[in-house]
């Protein structure tokens, strides 16, 4: 029974990191398909982006108008990545 157990737990894991979206990879679905990404919020993304890649989340959150420190927080918390990096509030002080 553990070990079914501990191989769940590690199915549910690898799941998980493989839900990642990196913002300059994401098709519009798979924009779409995360909690807190709408059709509008996508297309500003991916629009932003025809322009160059997002170096980091500071870069992100000055680009992509509606875009601020606590929808980051929500969206890195659901998956959402930026160039492989989850949002550290910290961070978008540069």
Known sequence: MR???LALL???HAAAA?????????R???LDGMKGIGP????RILDERKKGQFKDW???LSRVKGLGESSAAKLSAE???VNGESFKPAAAKK
């Open 3 to 5: 070990k079914k157990i």
């Open 10 to 12: 590690a199915m549910l």
């Open 18 to 26: 493989l839900a990642a979206v990196d913002v300059n990879t994401a």
């Open 28 to 30: 519009a679905l798979d």
């Open 40 to 43: 509008a919020m996508s297309r």
């Open 58 to 60: 500071p870069d992100l």
């Open 79 to 81: 998956g959402l990545t």
